[in-house]
């Protein structure tokens, strides 16, 4: 594969044209710094009359104290939210072509419950266009992973596929966009095609031909149905679903099923057998392929190999050190530990396979449709760039709500509480749309789940460990809970 130019990615990559913190400061009455904020904000409290500008200090552009009593701290007591941030990569340091970076991925964080989601602000760092492109191949590989672990592809599940629209979309495009070049005789067949499918749905004699060609260029392919799921939403709500502990009894409703009692067949037993072998063996010849790859890249990269080195001599991994040794500990533990931890939460609720797959949630089927919509369908209107519009978002599959409700009342039922039980509400229970502030310790305490910290903890570990980031912000470094800023 041939490796991009580095100019290339800065070109291609999007980057923040404006600066990403302007550290402006808000003071309270009693002249205490209350938060840092963008100009916006700033501008904001002045419109309204709430704040007044005062003298900035050493470092700060602009200051302004407020006319009110604050009712909270907002980050006074947190150094995020008081710390002076710079302007550059946290990896490399440079101070151009800046984008922002989720270090935990924002398609897993907006599925998060609230008491998360609130206080993983640290986790959005700067990052160089370049640093950004190069740390994503590595991001990718543990995207796969969790793709491969959970069944469900990044692409998400759930959609309504058109096949036959394709050529209608087709025969559309060249009429509208390469037309001098088509010949008379082709040009006719190409439209015959397009009038046929509105005449089926008895719409061709209201509409002209260039309506015809311009309805028939914006035909989806792909519709979202009803039980459409993301990626993000099934992985989240999997983990949070989970109540048990490891190796617990199976909870299939199948009076005849292989894990019942953790008794399988002898059949189910060599299959087993044969595919710990396969993997054992596959992981051999990986092993030895990789072995030779790494000899090459040595001795065609050698300057390579000793700044390396030098990186590696004062990498900032700080207590998400992964260990020497074998570790439970989320903070310690390696990236394959905490995968094979994950892979047994899920995927194994009774002895070393789950075959009846009790614990999974309900995943969506993919649909085709060969007609797309009866006669006389509502035309939706043309967009100026001729981009097919995404079909607005309907309501998230009710029967994983309703799984993941029970599964949480069932638990709540019991006189105690196990460790490992799931938070006590999905992401868009009634208590998860609050906002954190809003809850209540007891609250609060049930949206914790130490499955979920782990995979948080995993993702920050792998940006370290990949990146090695020598202008991390101290609060960065400092802050390790996922709970607390």
Same mark, same amino acid.
């Given at each position: 594969?041939?490796?991009?130019?580095?100019?290339?990615?800065?070109?291609?990559?999007?980057?923040?044209?404006?600066?990403?913190?302007?550290?402006?400061?808000?003071?309270?009455?009693?002249?205490?710094?209350?938060?840092?904020?963008?100009?916006?904000?700033?501008?904001?409290?002045?419109?309204?009359?709430?704040?007044?500008?005062?003298?900035? $200090? @050493?470092?700060?552009?602009?200051?302004?104290?407020?006319?009110?009593?604050?009712?909270?701290?907002?980050?006074?007591?947190? *150094?995020?939210?008081?710390?002076?941030?710079?302007? /550059?990569?946290?990896?490399?340091?440079?101070?151009?072509?800046?984008? *922002?970076?989720?270090?935990?991925?924002?398609?897993?964080?907006?599925?998060?419950?609230?008491?998360?989601?609130?206080?993983?602000?640290?986790?959005?760092?700067?990052?160089?266009?370049?640093?950004? @492109?190069?740390?994503?191949?590595?991001?990718? %590989?543990?995207?796969?992973?969790?793709?491969?672990?959970?069944?469900?592809?990044?692409?998400?599940?759930?959609?309504?596929?058109?096949? #036959?629209?394709?050529?209608?979309?087709?025969? @559309?495009?060249?009429?509208?966009?390469?037309?001098? %070049?088509?010949?008379?005789?082709?040009?006719?067949?190409?439209?015959?095609?397009?009038? $046929?499918?509105?005449?089926?749905?008895?719409?061709?004699?209201?509409?002209? +031909?260039?309506?015809?060609?311009?309805?028939?260029?914006? *035909?989806?392919? *792909?519709? &979202?149905?009803?039980?459409?799921?993301?990626?993000?939403?099934?992985?989240? %709500? /999997?983990?949070?679903?989970?109540?048990?502990?490891?190796?617990?009894?199976?909870?299939?409703?199948?009076?005849?099923?292989?894990?019942?009692?953790?008794?399988?067949?002898?059949?189910?037993?060599?299959?087993?057998?044969?595919?710990?072998?396969?993997?054992?063996?596959?992981?051999?010849?990986?092993?030895?392929?990789?072995?030779?790859?790494? %000899?090459?890249?040595?001795?065609?990269?050698?300057?390579?190999?000793?700044? #390396?080195?030098?990186?590696?001599?004062?990498?900032?991994?700080?207590?998400?050190?992964?260990?020497?040794?074998?570790?439970?500990?989320?903070?310690?533990?390696?990236?394959?530990?905490?995968?094979?931890?994950?892979? #047994?939460?899920?995927?194994?609720?009774?002895?070393?396979?789950?075959?009846? /797959?009790? /614990? +999974?949630?309900?995943?969506?089927?993919?649909?085709?449709?060969?007609?797309?919509?009866?006669?006389?369908?509502?035309?939706?209107?043309?967009?100026?760039?001729?981009?097919?519009?995404?079909?607005?978002? $309907?309501? @998230?599959?009710?029967?994983? !709500?309703?799984?993941?409700?029970?599964?949480?009342?069932?638990?709540?039922?019991?006189?105690?509480?196990?460790?490992?039980?799931?938070?006590?509400?999905?992401?868009?229970?009634?208590?998860?749309?609050?906002?954190?502030?809003?809850?209540?310790?007891?609250? $609060?305490?049930?949206?914790?789940?130490?499955?979920? !910290?782990?995979?948080?903890?995993?993702? &920050?570990?792998?940006?370290?460990?990949?990146?090695?980031?020598?202008?991390?912000?101290?609060?960065?470094?400092?802050?390790?809970?996922?709970?607390?800023?």
């Amino acid at each position: 594969m041939k490796r991009k130019n580095p100019e290339e990615i800065l070109n291609k990559i999007s980057a923040k044209k404006k600066p990403i913190y302007e550290n402006c400061s808000v003071y309270t009455i009693d002249g205490l710094l209350l938060f840092r904020c963008n100009r916006k904000k700033i501008n904001w409290y002045l419109s309204k009359d709430l704040a007044e500008t005062i003298e900035p $200090k @050493a470092g700060e552009d602009i200051s302004i104290r407020l006319k009110f009593v604050a009712k909270g701290k907002s980050h006074s007591d947190t *150094l995020w939210g008081t710390e002076d941030r710079a302007n /550059q990569c946290c990896v490399c340091g440079a101070l151009d072509h800046l984008n *922002l970076h989720h270090v935990f991925p924002y398609v897993y964080r907006k599925w998060c419950p609230e008491l998360i989601k609130s206080h993983t602000h640290h986790d959005i760092l700067p990052l160089c266009t370049l640093c950004h @492109a190069k740390y994503e191949i590595h991001a990718q %590989k543990l995207k796969d992973a969790i793709v491969k672990m959970f069944n469900m592809p990044l692409e998400s599940r759930g959609y309504i596929e058109y096949p #036959d629209n394709r050529s209608i979309i087709k025969a @559309a495009n060249a009429l509208k966009w390469h037309s001098e %070049k088509i010949p008379e005789e082709r040009k006719n067949i190409l439209f015959e095609r397009i009038h $046929k499918f509105f005449e089926a749905r008895k719409m061709s004699d209201k509409m002209s +031909r260039k309506e015809m060609i311009e309805q028939a260029m914006i *035909l989806p392919t *792909l519709e &979202r149905s009803e039980n459409f799921l993301e990626h993000g939403e099934y992985v989240v %709500k /999997q983990i949070l679903s989970i109540t048990r502990k490891d190796n617990s009894e199976c909870q299939c409703v199948h009076e005849i099923c292989p894990c019942k009692n953790g008794k399988t067949s002898e059949i189910e037993n060599q299959i087993i057998e044969k595919n710990h072998e396969e993997e054992k063996e596959g992981g051999k010849i990986n092993k030895k392929k990789v072995k030779v790859k790494k %000899k090459d890249t040595e001795k065609n990269n050698e300057k390579d190999k000793v700044d #390396d080195e030098d990186d590696d001599e004062s990498p900032i991994l700080l207590h998400f050190s992964p260990s020497k040794t074998e570790t439970d500990d989320p903070n310690g533990s390696t990236i394959e530990k905490d995968l094979e931890i994950l892979n #047994d939460y899920v995927n194994r609720c009774c002895g070393e396979l789950c075959h009846c /797959q009790c /614990q +999974r949630l309900p995943m969506p089927d993919q649909i085709t449709k060969e007609i797309y919509k009866p006669e006389g369908f509502e035309l939706k209107s043309i967009p100026i760039d001729h981009k097919v519009p995404s079909s607005p978002k $309907k309501k @998230a599959s009710e029967e994983l !709500e309703e799984l993941v409700s029970k599964d949480i009342n069932r638990n709540s039922d019991q006189n105690e509480i196990d460790d490992y039980s799931p938070t006590s509400v999905s992401s868009h229970s009634e208590e998860s749309k609050k906002s954190d502030k809003e809850l209540t310790p007891l609250e $609060k305490e049930k949206q914790k789940n130490p499955m979920l !910290e782990r995979f948080i903890k995993m993702w &920050r570990k792998h940006f370290l460990i990949y990146t090695k980031p020598k202008f991390l912000s101290i609060s960065w470094q400092v802050s390790n809970s996922v709970y607390s800023d």
